[in-house]
T-cell receptor
Framework: AQSVTQPDIHITVSEGASLELRCNYS??????LFWYVQSPGQGLQLLLK??????LVQGIKGFEAEFKRSQSSFNLRKPSVHWSDAAEYFC??????????????FGKGTHLIIQP | NAGVTQTPKFRVLKTGQSMTLLCAQD?????MYWYRQDPGMGLRLIHY???????AKGEVPDGYNVSRLKKQNFLLGLESAAPSQTSVYFC??????????FGQGTRLTVV
């Protein structure tokens, strides 16, 4: 069965500093990979997704992620964080066959705290 | 441009009561899902549907039932609510390329 591991439950970063959130997945084939962000009391917003092709994908709000097949990783990065980036971040994996038919498997999330 | 709409947004139930959560999407998506979100657990799939009239069990289906009588609607039912079902429930829909669009969530408390 597929699984997603986000090793860091909480991360604290100073405003203006760079950010990397880790995500490792276990899947039998090449999956679809996603990063979602959730602000307090809100739903999930898609930051970026990887389906195929270029392993470095650009997303909204200045985020990017790199798919590394050899490491089964899909880490999220941002060169300079803003206070508004404080939120919960979820990595998710989905099947390539049949698109999203079986739903996404989510990691447990990383809570990002921004220090002034 | 509504996207995915969930009703209600908040609800408090007494143990043993029943209720139905409604999810509506206006994007003509084939697939729809119900997830629950609990602290430290991420989102877990309850049930999903790959088309009108079809449903399937996800990771945590016990205590829930679903129906998809119309393509745009996906209902989640709790026949006899339990405190363990206190959670935030998210509905999502997706086309066949795997990207899911989420609703704003329903916060359910069972006392």
């Amino acid at each position: 069965a597929q699984s997603v591991t986000q090793p860091d439950i909480h991360i604290t970063v100073s405003e203006g500093a760079s950010l990397e959130l880790r995500c490792n997945y276990s899947y039998g084939a090449t999956p679809y990979l996603f990063w979602y962000v959730q602000s307090p009391g809100q739903g999930l917003q898609l930051l970026l997704k990887y389906f195929s092709g270029d392993t470095l994908v650009q997303g909204i709000k200045g985020f990017e992620a790199e798919f590394k097949r050899s490491q089964s990783s899909f880490n999220l990065r941002k060169p300079s964080v803003h206070w508004s980036d404080a939120a919960e971040y979820f990595c998710a994996v989905g099947p390539t066959s049949g698109g999203g038919a079986d739903g996404l498997t989510f990691g447990k999330g990383t809570h990002l705290i921004i220090q002034p | 441009n509504a996207g995915v709409t969930q009703t209600p947004k908040f609800r408090v139930l007494k143990t043993g009561q029943s209720m139905t959560l409604l999810c509506a999407q206006d994007m003509n998506h084939e697939y729809m899902y119900w997830y629950r979100q609990d602290p430290g657990m991420g989102l877990r799939l309850i049930h999903y549907s790959v088309g009108e009239g079809t449903t399937a069990k996800g990771e945590v289906p016990d205590g829930y039932n679903v129906s998809r009588l119309k393509k745009q609607n996906f209902l989640l039912g709790l026949e006899s609510a339990a405190p363990s079902q206190t959670s935030v429930y998210f509905c999502a829909s997706s086309p066949t390329n795997g990207r899911a669009f989420f609703g704003q969530g329903t916060r359910l408390t069972v006392v």
